[in-house]
């Protein structure tokens, strides 16, 4: 980075009190892809990370061009929850979209012709130098971090000005934080106008997925999800499972993007932990299990959906949440198609769409609770 981008990114202590979702510092950029954006900023804002504390996190804004769907002046608002890119280093969504490299940019672009602003969070512990690593499957660190810049770009700037309207959408890792969103919007941010939220391959159990792709080709995310989880966790002693070569590893694998770590941490977790199983461990067990999605009932209209192709996450934890909704009385749908794990990611978009538009034709969001 720059000398100007170091300091912009300087991670920024936040003082207790402070309130969530207000804007620390902000500046224009300029983004040529994806394409269709007319203008952009990064920023830096308040939030809460799942354990109570507050911290700053980073984002990206990007507004739509002229030539886009809807010249509204009441911009409606998409925020973009991205896939995992990692737990530290030059990976940060709201950095590699400025330097034109970002992974989920065609999902982007494709929002951005429907005339929606799109703002995609960092998450909290990735973007802001020395904050990591990042919070990886977190869920109420990633929920906040998304309902925070929603806070920070949809509040009204005028005397008599409604919020911005606004919808989450993500997928696989980001489709777990829109899901999230969605369950801590009626207690932690109910003043937002949330009308609808998207998320695809939601990984709701932690505590399943972990063990399924130990040892596997995916077992480098294995290792950044102890890892992620054990800096969201880290007011509880959980690194006693770690061996001397664990201990090593991780303050490495902490500054790494995701296909590092899938290259160079491809092996069983036993390999840096004193024990084969450390999910199995006393505390490692209550960790995973107040990861288990859902945690709370959403408000707002939820789509979830899936190929039923998946190799990383399992169709039946999608399925089950989508279960448990209905159950809930949520107004919830559902979408499957014959296609692989990032094949689905494509293939869901047309519907995705649909549901966020019929969201946003919605009257205001009161948020207020329902019966019970």
Not at 228 to 234: T, V
Request: a negative charge.
């Amino acid at each position: 980075m720059t000398g100007d981008a170091e300091d912009f990114f300087a991670n920024t202590s936040v003082t207790s009190g402070r309130a969530p979702g207000v804007i620390l510092r902000s500046r224009d950029v300029t983004v040529t892809h994806p394409a269709g954006v007319g203008a952009a900023r990064q920023i830096v804002y308040t939030t809460t990370a799942g354990s109570g504390f507050p911290v700053a996190a980073s984002g990206i804004v990007l507004e739509p061009g002229v030539n886009s769907a809807n010249g509204s002046s009441q911009r409606r608002v998409v925020i973009f929850c991205p896939t995992f890119h990692g737990l530290g280093g030059a990976c940060a969504p709201s950095q590699l979209v400025v330097e034109g490299t970002e992974p989920d940019a065609p999902s982007m672009a494709a929002a951005l012709a429907m005339g929606w602003t799109v703002a995609i969070p960092d998450g909290i512990g990735l973007g802001l130098t020395g904050a990591g690593p990042h919070h990886f499957l977190a869920a109420a660190s990633g929920a906040h971090a998304v309902l925070d810049l929603a806070r920070a770009i949809c509040a009204p700037t005028r005397a008599g000005e409604l919020p911005k309207p606004v919808a989450v959408w993500g997928y696989g890792d980001g489709g777990r934080v829109a899901a999230a969103a969605a369950e801590q919007h009626p207690g932690y941010a109910p003043e937002l106008d949330l009308r609808a939220v998207a998320a695809g391959a939601v990984i709701t159990d932690p505590g399943a997925l972990i063990p399924s792709i130990d040892g596997g080709p995916f077992a480098g995310m294995a290792f950044a999800a102890m890892i992620g989880l054990g800096r969201a966790y880290a007011h509880l002693p959980i690194d006693h499972i770690l061996s001397d070569d664990g201990v090593r590893a991780v303050t490495t694998a902490s500054t790494l993007d995701a296909g590092t770590l899938l290259a160079e941490y491809g092996y069983p977790l036993g390999r840096w932990c004193e024990r084969p199983d450390p999910w199995r461990d006393p505390i490692w067990r209550h960790v995973l299990a107040s990861e288990v999605l859902p945690q709370k009932t959403p408000i707002v209209p939820v789509h979830l959906y899936q190929g039923l192709l998946d190799a990383l996450v399992p169709v039946a934890s999608t399925r089950a949440l989508f279960a448990d909704y209905s159950a809930r009385q949520v107004e919830v749908t559902w979408s499957q198609f014959d296609a692989t794990h990032l094949g689905a990611a494509d293939l869901g978009t047309a519907d995705v769409f649909a549901v966020l538009r019929e969201g946003f034709t919605r009257p205001p969001h009161s948020g207020t609770l329902p019966a019970t």
